[in-house]
């Protein structure tokens, strides 16, 4: 459910509206084969953001039939969530400037390439430890494709016709929550073949296949690369910096991949494992190697280097706060769904199909709250992050008690889902608008990869720290009742965080 604001101007050489090269040359009389139009490019693009933006979430509602299937335990379902987030997150900044090195059309298939065969991988897996890998393999592919699709958009359109793609690219990440949750739990519900949890995975391989034939004739005429500063990464961050450089930040990588995992893997087994000593050196050792990150950053950037994220950029008045509320705001989206989904199947008894439409006014309201937040009138929208931390604490507290007695929660609990929904993208929209619209525009693809980045570790580390609270609990509906109420008065807990925040850093600027 993340947006970015794309800022970069479309480079020499790219194309215009109806798909023909900006550059002129009279004297070049050799045949030449039309260039697809932009409708083509734009389709192939979106199918595939949506893919992958599906894969977010459509894992949720079959977590109980891996488990069952699998014998999958707690912590390995939390890793199969976990695994796809935890790559795609690590990878992201990565993968915009490979695009930049490479070509975002070159990009874009490999990227699709490696998604759609770690898709058929996954649906094919023998085991919890395979799919796990396999995961992480998807979450890879996702982190090469996805960066490009702003840039592809960007060098496509110009005008009115960049902003109508701009809506639908829009309105794939406000949908691909619903159409996740919903289309999971059909495609669980149905069973198709036996196969039960498996067409999650394997339902991407036709499409990406079709993707792949058509891909290379849909996007030529988008082959040449960005000119230096160009900032091909718009969207994605790291563009700008790998125009800079021409160069991949590999040791800032590293130690990036390894401070996540570090901070990762004690957090999922730590519950099933009865918290052991080697947990918390993991989590302390993860402190270390973020400040070497930090560091090294540093000094890569004083050296007039490219940094996987720019300490200029991430400092920039505003960021530390946007960073701060972006986690937290999507640590409560990801925790939520996660914990909700083990509940209403393992606690409830709902059915696949049923637990992913109950989902669906949540991320229905994100949605819509997402595309419209900025026809509120202005005098509201300087209030409309805080205001909607508070409304998701409450709407948490009201889901808790909805479901506290071990009912189905009634009309209170839909009301209670929606104002999750409003409240999560009063949090977090307009915190990535306005952030992106304040940066400098040779930063603004730093700025965004930034941002996406942060978002996707938010995602990661709610799966995991709210998992591990409601995991902590015993089986059965009173128990699963009773761990979400604890695992909702968590999450209002950080959701409150977000609004205070704000509030604190303020107070100590003016003084």
């Keep these: 459910m993340t947006h970015t604001t794309p800022t970069t101007s479309v480079p020499p050489g790219a194309l215009d509206d109806t798909g023909g090269s900006s550059k002129s040359d009279a004297t070049d009389n050799r045949p030449r084969r039309r260039a697809p139009g932009p409708g083509r490019l734009l389709t192939i693009v979106l199918l595939g953001q949506l893919m992958a933006v599906l894969d977010v979430f459509i894992v949720n509602v079959a977590a109980p039939a891996l488990s069952t299937d699998l014998h999958a335990s707690g912590a390995g379902l939390q890793l199969v969530v976990a695994g796809y987030t935890i ?96 289309l999971g739990g059909a495609l669980v519900q149905a069973d198709l073949f036996g196969t039960g949890w498996r067409p999650v995975f394997l339902v991407n391989v036709p499409i990406g296949l079709a993707l792949l034939v058509l891909g290379p004739r849909w996007l030529r005429g988008t082959e040449e690369r960005p000119a230096a500063g160009a900032g091909g990464g718009a969207g994605a961050g790291g563009g700008a910096a790998a125009g800079r450089s021409g160069a991949l930040d590999l040791t800032g990588l590293l130690l990036l991949a390894a401070a996540v995992l570090l901070f990762t893997v004690p957090l999922v087994l730590g519950q099933e494992r009865g918290w052991p000593l080697w947990g918390w050196v993991m989590l302390g050792l993860s402190a270390v190697l973020a400040a070497a990150f930090a560091a090294y950053e540093a000094r890569l950037a004083g050296r007039g280097g490219a940094p996987l994220i720019s300490p200029r950029v991430a400092g920039a008045p505003g960021m530390p706060l946007a960073i701060v509320r972006i986690v937290l705001g999507m640590a409560a989206n990801g925790g939520f769904l996660f914990v909700m989904t083990l509940h209403v199947q393992g606690g409830l008894g709902y059915s696949a199909l049923r637990a992913g439409c109950t989902f669906a006014p949540t991320a229905v309201a994100f949605g819509l709250v997402g595309l419209n937040w900025q026809r509120l009138p202005s005098r509201w929208q300087p209030v409309t992050v805080p205001a909607g931390f508070v409304l998701a604490a409450v709407s948490f507290v009201g889901v808790g008690l909805a479901l506290r007695d071990g009912s189905d929660g009634g009309a209170w609990l839909f009301v209670a889902l929606v104002g999750v929904g409003m409240g999560l993208a009063f949090a977090y929209s307009p915190v990535l608008t306005r952030t992106l619209a304040t940066v400098r525009p040779q930063d603004a693809a730093d700025a965004s990869g930034v941002l996406v980045t942060s978002a996707q570790l938010g995602l990661l580390s709610g799966v995991a720290v709210f998992g591990a609270v409601f995991l902590g609990h015993g089986s059965g509906v009173d128990a699963s009742a009773d761990a979400l109420w604890v695992s909702c008065l968590a999450l209002a807990g950080a959701a409150l965080c977000g609004a205070i925040v704000g509030l604190v850093i303020r107070v100590r600027y003016l003084r």
């Design 87 to 182: 790559s795609y997150a690590v990878l992201l900044i990565t993968g915009a400037r490979l695009g930049a090195l490479i070509g975002h059309r070159q990009a874009f298939l490999a990227g699709l390439t490696v998604f759609t065969a770690a898709s058929l991988a996954c649906g094919l897996a023998p085991g919890t430890g395979a799919l796990i890998a396999f995961r992480f393999i998807q979450g890879a592919g996702a982190a090469v494709m996805l960066p490009q699709v702003l840039s592809l958009i960007q060098r496509t359109f110009t005008g009115a016709s960049r902003a109508r793609a701009l809506g639908a690219y829009s309105a794939v990440l406000a949908s691909g929550a619903a159409v996740g949750q919903v």
